[in-house]
């Protein structure tokens, strides 16, 4: 017996199974009354009684009538607002000592040659105002970052302004300076 047909066949033995579930199921009276015994003929010739299920449903209360009186409002007792605000006054006032986070950086050159990072600088910077940069010396070789850029999300649209400039440019993980907006 080849997969398909097997596959053929459980489906029909799950389609007949479902068909004599549905089959066997009553149905409720016209007059609805639920609490009768009286008997729908199923499919097999045998009978269903019906069960009356109503001690099993949410009663909810009626609606009030058009002319009701409404309820009175309730005023608050225990107000924090003005201790809220004190608070959130010191947690402002605490990240305002916050210098730095973590964040990224565009690495655009790593090189021995500083005329070659000086001219990439300053190209970075026409395209790139309002970013910083930090060129760092480890000898013998010079680092040429990016920005301050607190989600990769920020850093991958700066490099994609300047990925014509340096193909080969990375976002890195560090430690930025916080800018002085936040």
């Not at 001219?119 to 013998?140: C, E, G, V, W």
Request: aromatic share 8%.
């Amino acid at each position: 017996m080849t997969w398909t047909q097997m596959t053929t066949r459980a489906l029909l033995w799950v389609f007949v199974a479902v068909l004599t579930g549905c089959a066997a199921s009553g149905s409720t009276p016209a007059n609805g009354d639920t609490t009768s015994s009286t008997s729908a003929k199923s499919k097999g010739g045998g009978s269903a009684t019906m069960v009356d299920v109503s001690k099993y449903r949410t009663v909810f209360p009626s609606a009030p009538a058009a002319g009701a009186t409404p309820m009175a409002a309730v005023a608050p007792t225990h107000h924090v607002r003005n201790q809220v605000e004190v608070l959130m006054d010191s947690v402002a006032q605490a990240n305002k000592n916050i210098k730095y986070a973590n964040g990224y950086r565009i690495l655009a050159f790593t090189g021995n040659e500083r005329k070659a990072a000086m001219d990439l600088r300053n190209s970075i910077i026409q395209r790139l105002p309002a970013d910083k940069d930090y060129l760092t010396y480890k000898q013998p070789t010079y680092q040429l970052k990016v920005g301050d850029y607190m989600s990769r999300v920020e850093a991958q649209l700066a490099l994609s302004k300047i990925k014509d400039l340096i193909p080969n440019a990375l976002i890195v993980p560090e430690t930025i300076n916080i800018p002085k907006n936040f």
